[in-house]
C-alpha cells in the first residue's frame, strides 16, 4: 500500500520567505510526527499530533515553526522567514495506534529544504 | 525495506538495577541505529545512536551494543532511576537521506522506587 508521502521533495529558497512543507500519512493513522534529520543522524523530534489535536510541540525551535492537522490527516510545517539555519531534511512519520509509545512509526521520503 | 523487531514491549525493573532492551533488524546494508526515549505527552526524544563501524558507546549510565553479524543491537541502562520510565523506541536505517528507517514497536520500561 501507500507509504507516507511528503511533498515538496526539494525546497530552494531565499532568506525571509516562507515555506510549507507538507505530509501525507499513511490512511488510517492517527499519530503524526515531524523530525528535523541532519544529515547521517537520526531524526530530531520537532512535534506531533494525534489526530487533530497537537500533543507535543516542544521539539520546535521557535515560534517561525508551526505545525497543523486541521482534519486529522493531511499536515502542513511552515516555517517563516526561513534563515540559513533552517536548511535541513524534514522528514514526517505516522503510526496507527492513537495509543503513544506503542506503535512503530513509519517515515516518509523527507522534505530537503536549503535556505540561500 | 528493513523490518525492526523490538523485545521485550514491557519491562519493569527495581530502581538501581540494570535494564537491557534487544532489538534485530533485517537489512544488512542498515549502518544507523538510534535509540529514543518517549515520556508520556512528549515526543521521541533521540538518546543515543551507533554507527555500524562500531560495537559499542557508552553515555554515563546507557550504553548500547552493536552486533552485526547477528544484525541486533541492545540499549543498557544502568543504575535505574524512575526519571529512566518511558517507552524506549530502537530504529535502523541506511543513513543519509534514505527514507528507509523503521523504529521497532517499543518497550515500556517501568522503574520501581
Known amino acids: 500500500g501507500a507509504g507516507v508521502s511528503q511533498s515538496p521533495r526539494y525546497k530552494v529558497t531565499k532568506r525571509g520567505q516562507d515555506v510549507a512543507l507538507r505530509c501525507d500519512p499513511i490512511?488510517?493513522?492517527?499519530?503524526l510526527y515531524w523530525y528535523r534529520q541532519a544529515l547521517g543522524q537520526g531524526p530530531e523530534f520537532l512535534t506531533y499530533?494525534?489526530?487533530?489535536?497537537?500533543?507535543?510541540k516542544s521539539g520546535l525551535p521557535n515560534d517561525r515553526f508551526s505545525a497543523e492537522r486541521p482534519e486529522g490527516s493531511i499536515s502542513t510545517l511552515t516555517i517563516q522567514r526561513t534563515e540559513q539555519r533552517d536548511s535541513a531534511m524534514y522528514r514526517c512519520a505516522s503510526s496507527l495506534s492513537p495509543r503513544q509509545g506503542t506503535d512503530t512509526q513509519y517515515f516518509g521520503p523527507g522534505t530537503r529544504l536549503t535556505v540561500l | 525495506g528493513e523490518n525492526v523487531e523490538q523485545h521485550p514491549s514491557t519491562l519493569s525493573v527495581q530502581e538501581g538495577d540494570s535494564a537491557v532492551i534487544k532489538c534485530t533488524y533485517s537489512d544488512s546494508a542498515s549502518n544507523y541505529f538510534p535509540w529514543y526515549k518517549q515520556e508520556l505527552g512528549k515526543g521521541p526524544q533521540l538518546i543515543i545512536d551507533i554507527r555500524s563501524n562500531v560495537g559499542e558507546k557508552k553515555d554515563q549510565r546507557i550504553a548500547v551494543t552493536l552486533n552485526k553479524t547477528a544484525k541486533h543491537f541492545s540499549l543498557h541502562i544502568t543504575e535505574t532511576q524512575p526519571e529512566d520510565s518511558a517507552v524506549y523506541f530502537c530504529?535502523?536505517?541506511?543513513?543519509?537521506?534514505?527514507?528507509?528507517?523503521?523504529f521497532g514497536a517499543g518497550t515500556r520500561l517501568t522503574v520501581k522506587p
Open positions: 499530533f494525534n489526530y487533530e489535536a497537537q500533543q507535543d
Open positions: 490512511s488510517g493513522h492517527v499519530s
Open positions: 530504529a535502523a536505517s541506511m543513513g543519509g537521506n534514505n527514507n528507509d528507517m523503521r
